[in-house]
């Protein structure tokens, strides 16, 4: 429990430090003034893919010694340009990416309450409407 309070502080510090959760960092993205973003997003992707890469080549285990189960994904594009279109929209609005809402609550900005509230909220009927959409 402390190893994964650890590394959550450490991610939450990283992202503050590199203005990850600045609403204006967000607000510069959305308005193509700015690359600082950008830069970050494609790194944690190219990142991601090397791990995943890594972790197939390496028979990496999970906790307990269990094999990792990468999952493939069918690819559907128009789930994906709906899905995006509205996660970018709330994006935008809210100046806050769903991910550290509440590193940005950590960070003492409160009104960011508003949002999580609303993530939950949506979260929640999804749980409720998830059988009935398209997977």
């Known amino acids: 429990m402390l190893r ?4 959550g502080s450490i991610f939450g510090i990283t992202l503050t430090m590199g203005e990850v959760i600045s609403w204006f960092r967000i607000q ?3 308005r193509f003034e ?3 973003m950008y830069g970050v997003i494609g ?4 990142l991601g893919v090397l ?9 990496w285990k999970a906790e307990g010694g269990k094999p990792l189960d990468i ?7 128009k789930r994906y340009l709906l899905g995006g279109t509205v996660f970018g929209m709330g994006w935008a609005i809210t100046g806050a990416c769903p991910g550290p ?3 940005t609550l950590g960070a003492g900005y409160w009104p ?7 993530a939950l909220i949506g979260t929640f009927l999804y749980g409720i409407v998830m059988r009935n959409l398209p997977h």
């Open 28 to 30: 510069e993205m959305f």
């Open 51 to 59: 791990f995943n890469l890594a972790a197939k080549r390496g028979q």
């Open 101 to 103: 809402l509440f590193i």
């Open 34 to 36: 700015s690359f600082h």
């Open 43 to 46: 790194g944690a992707v190219v």
């Open 71 to 77: 999952y493939q994904y069918e690819f559907g594009w």
């Open 4 to 7: 994964i309070f650890l590394l």
């Open 112 to 118: 960011i309450v508003i949002a999580i509230i609303g």
